[in-house]
């Protein structure tokens, strides 16, 4: 899959506005993990030869981009991250460091309100996720707007973290959790179920394949549930939002027709937006709480891709179309991609 091209990782150390400062030396190994799921998006971890490189452990970041060596392909970033908890070593008269990452989303979970944090209902939902964002010193936002507002007063508690907010009103408005990108933008974008998504590649097996020959898929068939209700927050004047979704679906073994009865999860005190919000988020959470269903496990080469996108897979002996749930890169010239994918 390498063949006669010459890929390489570029490391670049940034300031604390994600402005270039110059190129980072001294590289000797590292990894990182990109993570749909999870609350920070990843982790990765770096090591460095001391070569003065004069870094500020407290501000600095880096960001890796990984050039695949092929004319007429671009490099892309695969992350951008704060540096953490450096460890060094001294031997032989040579200093080293170890150093963990953390991604971008931590400056956002690592700031919080200083007292109780409440908005009115009538709040525009995705203009107070920018502000909040930029409340922590961050500024690289790619925002799609939103005429959605808040059906009801919300309040957090003191020492809530910003990120927790930011969520919560994403959630209410239908939009994806807050995320960064590769280049260290910080994304907030309307949730757009896997099958609406446009595939971002496909793995064809072949001469011109780029994933190994070898895969597993994964099936878990306990506790699927085939109907989700959410529930919203009422008052006195008017009773909660309610959102149901069904499996329905004849073709799927976990639909009400092949199981003959209902299996359900319910979720209480969700803020929504309107009726349309919590029909949204009810197919949702029933997409994710069906997630199970099947997962492969894919070794390929790098490919400018980034978690929750969409992906077809085409071999001989199995056909599927997935989303991206985990991706592991080492830092070394001719890393693969330990690839998780969820079908659709």
Known sequence: MIGSRQPRWRFTLLDNADHPLRRLDGVTGGDVKLQALTRLGGSASLGLDDRGQDIDWMSHRVQAV???GIAGVDAWPVMT?????PTMTRQDGLTAYSVDLLPKLAVIDE????????????TNIIDEVVALIQSTGENRISATPSDKVLANP???????????????LLSSAGYWSLWCDGSGLFRVEPYLAPADRPVAYRFEAGAASIHKPGWEREQDLSSVPNRYVVVGQGTDEAPPLIGVALNEDPESPFSFQARGRWITRTETGVE?????????LAQRRLR???????KLSVVHAPVPLEPNERVAFRTPTW?????IQNMSYSFAWDTQVTAEWREI
């Open 66 to 68: 990984y050039d695949p």
């Open 288 to 294: 994710d709480a069906m997630s199970p269903v099947g």
């Open 81 to 85: 991250m704060l540096f953490t908890s």
């Open 154 to 168: 919300q309040t957090w508690d003191a020492g809530e973290s910003k990120l927790t907010i930011v969520n919560d």
């Open 111 to 122: 700031d919080a309100t200083e007292g109780r944090y409440s908005l009115a209902a009538g």
């Open 319 to 323: 056909d599927a179309d997935a989303t």
């Open 272 to 280: 929504g937006a309107d009726q349309s919000v919590f029909d949204q």
